[in-house]
């Protein structure tokens, strides 16, 4: 890994068409904030107070550096795998970006969805500011990223045509918001929750291909313990006729053991469960000195390569190592807590992939080389 300063840079992201310009994801080893840094720009870098853009924090040497929000995700990560009510949202965001950096005269060289940023309905834009020398605008940066997003469903979109006819300049702004705020109308709401990567268990389980699928991305596939169907029979009730007498004389006790025999009759039940709950609460309570662990078990298709995880981002309370190797795959790895973690997996000769995962995971994790 490369430093810059206090940031530690990791993975790069390639800029369309050779730039000069180098894209970094890193981190803020002193917060532990997310950036991107972008090099080599000798100048300053512009004060941006256009909404849904990545704000520039920091200038380290010859490199700007940008802020992620903490929870949002790469939207490459997402393609094919957004629903089309969200979608609308994004690039109507992503439209108002635009219109706002011509109007301040503000460069947007690179539209790709590297470097964008989603958190539930919003999204942020990296690099608002960075110059292409063989373009001020990426207009067709921005067609060309809805198009991956959409996936499949691109050519059904009812307001593709629109958005063509406005990157190649043959239909204004606010028409193209029309059309776009319309087709929102006549869809269903927008959950809250960001799409799920793959990485995530997914909620209907699909039959086992007969053969590894061929992707980069983690799948996830749980099995959970079938729940036992609980079936009841109402009681019984009997009728006594007739009241019993006993054919011999009853003696009663004296006041005093009476009183005495019936607090025996109501400790005896609170003793019990008193120590009912102490004997559970000792089952659930690990032994002194022993942390509890949550074991994952991680397995590669096809079988041969090995593999490291190196955690990058853990949950509340978690105490694991960030940003170093953990762990040799296949095999077990034990998490400290229960959460999303946010995993990235290397293997020799290949780029490395990012991903979440979601502990504890009975089912286990399998990873799928290409």
Known sequence: MESLGHYLLRGRI???GGSATEVYEGQDIRTGIEV?????????????????????????????????????????????RVELARLVQWVKQLLGVLKQAQENDIPVGYIIPELIWARGSRVWLGGVGVANPEQNWDFAGLLNTVKVLAGDTYPALPWREALENY????????????QLEAAANQLPPVSVATPVVSALPELAPEPMPTKPAA???????????AVPQLTTTPPRRIRIEERLEPPFEVLEPPPASRRTFLLWLLFIPLLLLVGGVGLWLRSRTPPSGQTTVYPVEFRLQPTGPSASIVLLEIPEGSK???NTEIAQLPGRVDFDKTGVYRIRVRVQGRA???????????GGVTISLR
């Open 320 to 322: 694991m190592p960030l």
């Open 14 to 16: 390639v800029l369309p």
């Open 36 to 80: 991107l840094a972008f090099k080599p720009l000798p100048e300053e870098p512009p004060k941006l107070s256009i909404p849904h853009t990545l704000s520039w924090i920091d200038r380290e040497e010859d490199a700007w550096i940008a802020e992620i929000p903490v929870g949002a995700v790469q939207t490459s990560w997402l393609a094919g």
């Open 352 to 362: 490395p992939v990012e991903s979440l995962i979601e502990v504890p995971n009975p």
């Open 167 to 178: 990157v190649t300049g043959q239909l204004d702004y606010a028409t193209l918001v029309e």
């Open 215 to 225: 992707s980069k991305s983690l799948k996830v596939q749980v099995s959970e313990p």
